[in-house]
C-alpha cells in the first residue's frame, strides 16, 4: 500500500449524517479513485479523477461526492449518510491509466 | 455495466496442494490484475498483466493473460497456510480511463 493514506480508518455515523473520507497520496499520481467493498463482493468504482480539476462518476456514485483540488488529495464525502452506505472503502492510485493501481489500507465505515 | 465471472468462490485445500483460479470476461481487457486481501487490510498486487498471452510468475504464483484478452488465470503451487486470504481478478477494459472491474473473489483456506 505504497503511499496512499485513508482517514479515518473507522468511523460510525448515525443516518443522515455528513463526513468525509480523506485519501491523499504522495506519489505524484494523476489518477486517483473510491471504490467500496461489501461482503461477498468486489470492489466497485464510485468515483475517479485523471488529474486535478477532473472527476467523474464510476459504477455506484450516488450518494457521494468527490473533488481533486490538488494531485494530491481526493476526499470522498457523504452528504447525508444512509445505511445503505455501510461499507469498506478504498481509495485508489496510479500514475497513469493502464499502470499498475495501489490501494489505501481502508476505511471502515457504519452507518446506524 | 461490464462484469468479471471469477471462480471458484472458496477453496479449501490441504497445505502443499496446487491452486487454480480464474476470472473470465464477456469484454476485451488491455490489463488484467491479481490481488490478495487479507483481513482488515487492503487489496495488495500479486501480479500485473499488460499483453496477451502474457505468462507471469512471483514466486509460487503464476498467472496468464488470456490469448482472446477476455480471460486470465492464477496459480498457487504448494500451498502453505499463510496463502490464506480473498484473492480478486481484476481488469482495465478498453478506453476505461485506468477504471477496474473487479471479480467477487476466490476465498482460499489452507489447512496444515
Known amino acids: 500500500n505504497a503511499g496512499v493514506t485513508q482517514t479515518p480508518k473507522f468511523q460510525v455515523l448515525k443516518t443522515g449524517q455528513s463526513m468525509t473520507l480523506q485519501c491523499a497520496q504522495d506519489m505524484n499520481h494523476e489518477y486517483m479513485s473510491w471504490y467500496r467493498q461489501d461482503p461477498g463482493m468486489g470492489l466497485r468504482l464510485i468515483h475517479y479523477s485523471v488529474g486535478a480539476g477532473i472527476t467523474d462518476q464510476g459504477e455506484v456514485p450516488n450518494g457521494y461526492n468527490v473533488s481533486r483540488s490538488t494531485t494530491e488529495d481526493f476526499p470522498l464525502r457523504l452528504l447525508s449518510a444512509a445505511p445503505s452506505q455501510t461499507s469498506v472503502y478504498f481509495c485508489a492510485s496510479m500514475p497513469t491509466p493502464g499502470n499498475t493501481i495501489y490501494f489505501g489500507e481502508g476505511s471502515w465505515l457504519t452507518v446506524v | 455495466g461490464q462484469q468479471l465471472n471469477q471462480s471458484p468462490q472458496s477453496m479449501f485445500i490441504q497445505e502443499g496442494e496446487d491452486v487454480s483460479m480464474n476470472c473470465t470476461s464477456s469484454s476485451i481487457f488491455n490489463t488484467w490484475l491479481w490481488y490478495k486481501q487479507e483481513p482488515g487490510e487492503g487489496p495488495v498486487l500479486l501480479i500485473a498483466?499488460?499483453?496477451?498471452?502474457e505468462l507471469t510468475s512471483n514466486g509460487r504464483l503464476t498467472a496468464q493473460f488470456g490469448i482472446t484478452r477476455k480471460d486470465s488465470f492464477l496459480n498457487i503451487s504448494a500451498s502453505i497456510p499463510s496463502d490464506v486470504g480473498i484473492y480478486f481478478c481484476a481488469g482495465q477494459p478498453r478506453g476505461s480511463q485506468g477504471n477496474l472491474i473487479f471479480g467477487k473473489g476466490t476465498k482460499l483456506s489452507v489447512k496444515p
Open positions: 498483466l499488460y499483453k496477451a498471452g
